[in-house]
């Protein structure tokens, strides 16, 4: 398992052990004391998440407000998308800048996301399988966003315009500014 810096304080990128044979292939997608020994937080994931959906959906950017903040640990299980991330900590050096990658099924690589960023991801093949832990639980009622196409961020999601599907509630997202 290998960690990355992203540039953003407490955001990493996670490679784990991809253990190949003539059967095919097997990985720990996820383990408590080597998360916690190498990432170097005490982090309690509580919820699971799934979401499959087909090229050109653009899920985000969202983010719970207050005690009811999450961290996240993102994969793709099947698929390929392109993950981005907004630090939106008021007090961060770093605030409003981003981080993005590309998580496939193929390169079975993980983000971890902490409380305070604005997560979002594009969805760049059909059936794609997403992926995630959260460390504190859905509470509808805290629930943020910023509209993906923000003027501030101008985050290139690597899809046409035409092809973009948002949810309704994505469409009325707020600009970073308004935050
Ligand atoms: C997030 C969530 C949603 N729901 C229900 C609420 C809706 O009836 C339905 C779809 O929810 P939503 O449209 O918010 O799903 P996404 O657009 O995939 O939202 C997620 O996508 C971005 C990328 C994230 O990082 C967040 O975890 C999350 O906001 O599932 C639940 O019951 N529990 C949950 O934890």
Redesign the pocket.
């Known amino acids: 398992m290998i960690v990355r810096e992203t540039g953003l304080q407490d955001c990493f990128v996670i490679e784990p052990t991809i253990f190949d044979d003539g059967r095919g292939s097997f990985f720990e997608s996820f383990n408590l004391q080597k998360f916690q020994e190498k990432v170097g937080l005490n982090i309690n994931f509580v ?1 699971d ?1 799934q ?1 499959i959906s087909q090229r050109g959906v653009l ?5 719970q407000k207050g005690e009811f903040a ?1 961290a ?1 640990l ?1 994969r793709v299980i099947k698929g390929r998308v392109l993950d981005v991330v907004v630090d939106i900590r008021k007090n961060s050096e770093t605030f409003g800048q981003t981080f993005s990658i590309e998580l496939t099924g193929e390169n079975n690589k993980q983000l971890f996301v902490p409380r305070g960023f604005a ?3 594009s969805v760049l093949e059909d059936d794609t399988i997403f992926f ?1 832990k ?1 460390d504190n ?2 509470h ?1 009622a805290s ?1 943020g ?1 910023i509209l993906f196409n923000d003027k501030t961020l101008q985050i290139d999601w690597k899809l046409k315009k035409e092809e973009i599907l948002l ?1 309704e ?2 469409t009325f997202l707020n600009s970073l500014d308004h935050l």
């Open positions: 919820q998440n979401s899920r985000g950017l969202h983010f999450q996240k993102v997560h979002g991801f995630y959260c639980y859905y509808k629930e966003g949810s509630k994505d």
